[in-house]
Every structure is written in structure tokens, then in C-alpha cells.
């Protein structure tokens, strides 16, 4: 089986409903893994990505690229072992410092993005084709964060908001709940760290997500409530929602190198823990799933539209 139909195929069980899509035969052990909820970076700017794909930002990550993320289950780094932050450069993490996906490292406001609500349940789809064993930690910039700005070890907490080692592999996917933090407004960025432990691998993975303005937010409690979320808090700036998706693009093609640069000797110790899912029970992610039954819309293109 070609990868790249392996891809699709993996892509497309995870994304579609498990009662109406059998198991797809998975591909050769090429294939690997990357969130499809939150959708990451890369499978967003992948050709995979549908509508997302063309926008502004995957297009200057494509260019800053110098090629499209075609492999975007492969953005993995050997023999890390958990150091993720000595062999991971800030600025580089998206990327995981690899320079074939250093578009992925774009410092932009504008991302394809999930919404999200804080303190929610966080349904995790990682696609995967094979599985491996290891352990997800997932990471949630600090409150503040400025996605204006190189994404760096500094805006992510010392240890991973949820962990959760070996989840089963359902339909294609990874899929496992946790709890979102429940204090952070506006854009942030999931960091998503796979560490196997049936290969040598570590995986990388950006998921943009938006929380909405919450009345709750100390320095706005008086404010009046507008139905209206804002998009970002960073300096306190009130943007409508409505802006979202256009905010103007930031490219700066970053210079890079692939050296590792050790950054300390802080390696995350993975304390809390995220419940693991019950691999039968089909998830069905909400309205689009529904929306992608009825429809029965064929192309990929269409499933992964942005909502
Ligand atoms: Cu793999």
C-alpha cells in the first residue's frame, strides 16, 4: 500500500464515524501518528487539510517549509528519552527541531484553530495507523501566553497538565479524555509530547486551541458581559470572534538550524494523570461528526473543513 494512501486511510477512519467505516487495514509501518483533535499544525497544513490548508498561515508554513507537510504523521526525534527540553531548541518546538518541518515554527496568531472550552473534557484523537506503546503528555501554554511570539520551552508549565500511557487504539486513533485547565482565556497552543516506548521515538505535535473570555477573569469582572468571546487576552486586547480567522498574517520565515541546543537540565517529571478512555464506545466528536454523517461527504477535504 503507497504511504500516502495509507495516510488517507488512517486519516479518514479516525475522522469518519467508526460505526459507519470498518477498520481500515492498516498501512506498512511507515505510518505513525499526529492529533486530528485538537488538529494539529501539521495535519492542518498537510494536503490532507482541507480548507485550512490554504489559508494564510499553512501557506506561509509551506513556503517557510520549502515543501508541503506531506509527512505529517512523521514528526518524530529519536533517542530522546525524555529530555525533550536539552534536545528540543525554543523557538523550535512545533517543530520538534526538525527542519523539515520548520514552517511548523512560524511565530503566528493565526493558526488553524480548535475552540475549546476550559475546564472541559478534552477528547484527544491521535491517528495513528500501527500502534505503539508510550505515553502522551500534554502540555498547555501559560496563562498570558503570547502566540505573537517564538513558542518557547519557558511558555509551557514544568509538567504536562495530563499524561496517559497506552491508550488503546481505537478505528485508527488514539483516543483518550483529559481535563483542559480551567484558567486560560483566549489563544494557547496544546503541546502534545509521545514518547514510545516500543521504539526509540518521541513524537512532537502543535494543536492551536482558542478559549473563549470567561466572565470569571479577575481583571474583567466588572466589565459588561458581551455575547461576544474575544479571540485574544494578550495585552488585554478585545478582539470579536469574528476576526478570528483573519488576523493579519505574521510570516516571518524563521532562521534555523537543526543542532540540538541543550537548553538545562529541567526534564518534565509527568505527575498528573488523565483517565484513560474506554476503547469501545464510539466517539463521535460532536456536531461535525453528525454533520459529516448525514452529508456522507466524499472528500477528505470536506470532513476535515474547518468548523
Ligand atoms: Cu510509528
Known sequence: MPRMTAHRAALAAALVTPLLLPLWAAGPALAHGAP?????RVVACSPEGGDRTGTAACRAAVAANGAPFTAWDNLRV????GRDRQVVPDGKLCSGGLPAYRGLD?????????RVTPGA????????????????????????????GPLSWSDLPGKPFAQVTDPALTDGAYRFKATWPSDR???HVLYTVWQNSSTPDTYYSCSDVVFPETKKEPQKQEEKKKEQPEERVAGKKNEPEKAKEQQKPAA???????GPAPQGDHTPVATTSGPASGPSAPMLAGGAAAVLLLTGGAALAVRLRRR
Open 106 to 114: 512560524l511565530a503566528r496568531a493565526d493558526w488553524p484553530s480548535t
Open 121 to 148: 473534557t478534552l477528547r484527544m484523537r491521535y491517528v495513528s495507523t500501527i500502534p505503539h506503546t508510550g505515553t502522551f503528555r500534554m502540555y498547555l501554554t501559560k496563562p498570558g501566553y503570547d502566540p505573537a
Open 36 to 40: 486530528t483533535d485538537p488538529m494539529s
Open 185 to 187: 482565556t483566549g489563544r
Open 252 to 258: 516571518s520565515p524563521a532562521a534555523h538550524s537543526s
Open 78 to 81: 529519536a533517542n530522546v528519552n
